[in-house]
Nanobody, 120 residues
Framework: QVQLVESGGGLVQPGGSLRLSCAAS????????MAWYRQTPGKERELVGT????????EYADSVKGRFTISRDNVKSTVYLQMNSLKPEDTAVYYC?????????????WGRGTQVTVSS
């Protein structure tokens, strides 16, 4: 059973930092690209960034480029989102996401999310 479990969210002041974690299980983590999304009430889920399974290539949304960093630990089957210089507009529920192929079918999986609130 595929599981993605986020943690590390919370309340932080503007300019502060947080590190989110996403613990994965139930699939070959090292073979899967991973992504972080975020969502605020009334808005569509927004892609924050991705990290490839090969070469650890990362890509980021323009809104977080230079402030957020995605990394992964294939031994721990965990992907991280380091968030620095946080702004109030970064307030959202952050979700971990992956797709895997099983029996020729691509399946998508989401974590339950972790709330990040940036406020003074």
């Amino acid at each position: 059973q595929v599981q993605l479990v986020e943690s590390g969210g919370g309340l932080v002041q503007p300019g502060g930092s947080l590190r989110l974690s996403c613990a994965a299980s139930g699939f070959s983590f090292s073979s899967a690209a991973m992504a972080w999304y975020r969502q605020t009430p009334g808005k569509e889920r927004e892609l924050v960034g991705t990290i490839a399974n090969i070469g650890l290539i990362t890509e980021y949304a323009d809104s977080v480029k230079g402030r957020f960093t995605i990394s992964r630990d294939n031994v721990k089957s965990t992907v991280y989102l380091q968030m620095n210089s946080l702004k109030p507009e970064d307030t959202a529920v952050y979700y971990c996401f992956t797709t895997i192929v099983r029996y020729g079918v691509r399946e998508s999986y989401w974590g339950r999310g972790t709330q990040v609130t940036v406020s003074s």
